[in-house]
């Protein structure tokens, strides 16, 4: 049984990776962590290190970073697989601190905050920070992990009276079921019952596992878990469909009818657990836990391994059917199967340390491909590159340089197809390797500082570029090694018009030096500024370049040789319509050749941008 279960995860995870299915979420997204989660699980089941090789590639592109509400416990929630991998590897401290520096910063601003209403909104204070039951997965088993890790108790010390906060606020004792937040309280759905969300239970349920584990058994907090977790499991128990399955309500079963993959996975996850750790009764509950799992396997997962029949992103009970699917669904999946294979005997062929050392050298391999990655530890830059072509832009912690940076785009001088731009930081970390000079595989030798380099936007105003600064927000995109993508967001403050704010998705593809730019300008996110006039540019390196217009088509080129390299770069407008002919404008460097456009209803517009070298 457990072979069969070990080999259908695996099936299943191997599907999800090659078809994301929301390639515009952020890769520190809530969404995507319990899928990490689960990858992990499944490599540890399997004893196949490419599971883990593919968080390795996400925790590198992200940095190794939470997202970046330090209080939203969502975005605490990917910190789970980096502290994991960090654990299997404690010789990468980076992957460890920006994890701490966020949770360090919570638990001292709780101390100063003042004790205010726990409901004014999610995320919103570092104190009654798990205001939403979701939250008791997304934040303090994290934090149960870092006090592991470190041997510092204030992390479960922070967990734990937090999660007893939101346990007071939203916990009904009558039904021994949490409400999804505070406004569920009192509130009946049309069939005139109450609300307890299928995956909201299922959130709490799949926190006990590490939650429990955090203490040790002669800690007396434990018991509040375990008391708790016994409540809520044979109140489940006893809810469930009659095919195993748990609803999207988990005290109206006719409410959607039928059952639904989160909610039954991350409950049927938490109780295989207590089984497993002997907290609950194998003879009542495993049986159970079998039907469930066959149930959805046979109805929810295709024959590809495709897992469906998950309720889309919501805080209620909502529609679902065949054709939906989400990350953390098919995490929870991967961490049921998981570990009812454990309860059939499976055990780890491998340790951690194995797993990730071979993972290691999967992620590191010389094979071409393409990759965008945020960088923090070399003053936040975001970066990308493809077989062919690399190029990087700047943030925050250069918002006050002395250098003038910006939004400009930086190209690097790529000189050979495996992928460069992480062993070039890390060897400027180890090595103190200067990436500006030049060597066998890239260099930087493009010179931005206050211009728009190449492909870099703004808005024209009064015959003048106003550009942004640094980046204020960037997002590395649900990527496959076939395609790089990364959301910037920039910030103008227009004189006359208050802030406008840029957000900017570019797109790389491999066997191309051609970026993909969908640039957003808006006043609001409901309210487009349509009609804008902004401009997207070249920033020539030599006095000598020469610069060719195109009117009909907005086509912007220049050609220069930059090292005794030939460079040439260009812009394309992608929507002639848009074209609203050229201009010159000066930076501290020298000329910047600029394409000017006009956004469109929604306030976008869409070009161009690349460079080859000879």
């Keep these: 049984m457990a072979s069969k279960i070990v080999a259908q995860a695996q099936k299943s995870a191997k599907w999800h990776i090659a078809n994301p299915t929301n390639t515009s979420l952020d890769i520190r997204n809530w969404e995507i962590a319990p899928f990490y989660d689960g990858l992990i699980a499944v490599s540890r089941a399997s004893g196949n290190p490419e599971f883990w090789a593919e968080v390795l590639r996400f925790g590198d592109m992200a940095g190794w970073q939470p997202g970046v509400r330090a209080y939203h416990a969502d975005d605490h929630a990917v910190c789970r697989a980096w502290l994991a991998t960090y654990e299997a590897d404690k010789s990468k401290k980076y992957r460890l601190s920006p994890t701490l520096k966020t949770f360090d910063k919570v638990i001292a601003d709780s101390k100063t905050w003042g004790g205010k209403k726990p409901f004014a909104r999610f995320g919103g204070s570092p104190e009654y920070l798990y205001n939403w039951c979701d939250a008791l997965y997304m934040s303090p088993g994290v934090l149960a992990q870092a006090s592991l890790i470190t041997g510092d108790k204030k992390y479960l010390d922070f967990a734990d009276a937090q999660y007893r906060l939101c346990h007071k606020e939203l916990f009904s004792p009558d039904d021994s079921l949490f409400y999804r937040d505070g406004s569920y ?38 018991e509040f878990y375990v008391d708790l977790f016994k409540k809520m499991s044979g109140k489940l128990l006893a809810s469930s469909l009659e095919d195993g399955m748990w609803g999207v309500n988990i005290v109206d079963k006719a409410e959607l009818a039928g059952g639904e993959t989160s909610a039954t996975c991350f409950i049927a996850y938490g109780l295989t657990w207590g089984v497993n750790a002997g907290i609950l009764d194998a003879k009542t509950y495993l049986p159970h836990l079998v039907k469930t799992w066959e149930r959805v396997t046979e109805k929810c997962v295709t024959k590809d391994g495709k897992v469906t029949f998950i309720q889309p992103v919501g805080q209620a009970p909502g529609k679902f059917g065949p054709d939906t699917s989400n990350p953390y669904g098919v995490g929870a999946y991967l961490l049921f199967s998981c570990e009812l294979a454990k309860a059939f005997g499976l055990e780890s062929p491998k ?264």
Excluded at 193 to 219: L, Q, Y
Excluded at 403 to 413: A, I, K, L, T, Y
Excluded at 421 to 433: C, H, I, P, T, W
Excluded at 479 to 488: E, M, S, W
């Design 185 to 222: 309280i009192g509130k009946l759905n049309k069939n005139g019952n109450k609300i307890f969300w299928g995956r909201g239970e299922g959130w709490v349920m799949a926190s006990f596992p590490s939650m429990i584990s955090a203490f040790a058994a002669d800690d007396a907090r434990r």
């Design 351 to 614: 340790s951690d340390v194995e797993l990730v050392k071979a993972a290691e050298t999967i992620r590191d391999s010389d094979v071409p491909q393409a990759i965008a990655l945020l960088q923090p530890r070399r003053m936040d830059d975001a970066a990308w590159e493809n077989n062919l072509a690399a190029f990087r832009v700047y943030g925050p912690a250069l918002r006050n340089s002395k250098g003038g940076e910006n939004s400009g785009v930086d190209v690097w001088f790529k000189l050979v197809e495996k992928p460069t731009l992480k062993s070039v930081y890390q060897r400027s970390f180890d090595e103190n390797f200067n990436y500006h000079k030049k060597n066998a595989e890239t260099y930087d030798n493009f010179k931005v500082a206050d211009g728009v380099g190449c492909g870099g936007t703004g808005i024209w105003l009064d015959g003048k570029l106003l550009k942004a600064g640094v980046y204020e927000r960037a997002e590395v995109l649900w990527n496959t090694p076939q395609r790089a993508a990364l959301r910037l967001t920039y910030t103008y403050s227009v004189p006359g018009a208050g802030k406008i704010t840029e957000l900017k998705t570019i797109t790389l593809q491999m066997d191309t030096r051609e970026c993909s730019v969908e640039s957003r300008f808006g006043y609001s996110r409901k309210k487009p500024a349509a009609g804008l006039r902004v401009a997207a540019g070249l920033q020539p390196q030599t006095a000598k370049a020469k610069i060719s217009k195109n009117p009909k088509d907005g086509f912007l080129k220049t050609e220069e040789i930059v090292d005794s390299v030939p460079l040439s770069m260009y812009i394309k407008p992608v929507d002639v319509s848009s074209v609203k002919g050229f201009a010159t404008v000066r930076c501290s460097r020298g000329a910047e050749e600029l394409v000017l456009l006009e956004t469109d209803k929604e306030g976008k517009i869409f070009y161009k941008f690349g460079y080859d070298i000879k």
